[in-house]
């Protein structure tokens, strides 16, 4: 199926989607030895986030993660991401109190 397509990126020190973009975190595959300094989601609609929901909690491999803001509807994604057991988040930055309009 073309939907399960993953989209290889390489090596890559800052991830942000927003909106409509936030479902393609699922597909993304990082080198298992990647770090990012910053992982931002930002999801002002329920709707944007629908594949991410979808998924298996830890389930988004990334790597190791530095610094992550998760704000609105993209919260979700904090129980999908599978991080190492010794990574050492610097920042976790969550927020969601913003009402769909």
């Known amino acids: 199926h073309r939907q399960d397509k993953?989209?290889?990126l390489g090596k890559i020190k800052n991830i942000e989607l927003e909106n409509n973009?936030?479902?393609?975190?699922?597909?993304?595959?990082?080198?298992?030895d990647n770090v990012l300094e910053m992982l931002k989601v930002n999801?002002?609609?329920k709707g944007c986030c629908t594949e991410l929901a979808r998924q298996p909690n830890a389930?988004?491999?990334?790597?190791?993660i530095k610094?992550?803001?998760?704000?609105y509807y993209a919260v979700v994604?904090?129980?999908?991401l599978l991080v190492p057991?010794?990574?050492v988040v610097e920042r976790l930055e969550v927020s969601a109190?913003?009402?769909?309009?």
Do not use: F, H
């Open 59 to 64: 389930s988004i491999w990334l790597g190791r």
């Open 77 to 80: 994604a904090i129980t999908k």
């Open 6 to 8: 993953k989209i290889w």
């Open 97 to 101: 109190d913003k009402q769909e309009e």
């Open 85 to 87: 057991e010794d990574n």
């Open 43 to 45: 999801a002002c609609y």
């Open 67 to 71: 610094n992550i803001k998760l704000m």
């Open 21 to 32: 973009a936030v479902d393609i975190l699922s597909k993304l595959r990082l080198p298992e």
